[in-house]
């Protein structure tokens, strides 16, 4: 008889892929690292521009599945209490799914996903348009706003800044 051992399962292959990908897909400079243990944020990522680090950080939520359950958006479902966590996240947070059909990752900022969970609600679903590839580099636009963001958080701490 045959030795039975252990079983990889499909859902660490997908994470791998979709690691993979995203890493694949980053400008070259800036920095992306995978906490040790995951409250909600997947990967970090740390901007650079001209090679000199800026300070100003991101923060990733990646899922990933087999397909699609629609033509033109994918669904992200996630924990209510991993949006509340983002959401109190002083750094910007961004969604991001990767489809293994298609070998495509789609991206959302969390501040696009206006919904707020109804009380005892303990999933909520993000429809992230299928426009937002990661692959049609987005990077300078999502880059654009985590400085805005960075620029106004600095700010309040400044002596003489108004806050907003």
């Not at 969970?117 to 990077?139: C, D, E, F, Y």
């Amino acid at each position: 008889m045959a030795v039975q051992l252990p079983q990889r399962p499909r859902a660490h292959e997908l994470e791998v892929q979709s690691e993979n990908f995203f890493w694949q897909n980053l400008p070259a400079g800036w920095i992306c690292d995978k906490p040790q243990h995951d409250y909600g944020v997947d990967l970090r990522l740390g901007l650079t521009t001209d090679g000199q680090i800026t300070g100003q950080q991101l923060v990733v939520q990646l899922k990933a599945s087999e397909i699609a359950n629609a033509a033109d958006y994918v669904v992200v479902r996630l924990e209510v209490t991993t949006l509340a966590l983002l959401r109190q996240m002083l750094e910007v947070a961004i969604l991001v799914k990767y489809i293994a059909a298609e070998r495509e990752a789609y991206w959302l900022l969390l501040k696009d996903f206006t919904a707020e969970p109804m009380g005892g609600q303990r999933t909520v679903s993000v429809r992230i348009p299928k426009v937002n590839r990661l692959s049609a580099n987005p990077w300078p636009f999502i880059g654009q706003h985590v400085q805005a963001v960075h620029f106004r958080k600095l700010n309040a701490n400044r002596p003489g800044h108004p806050q907003q």
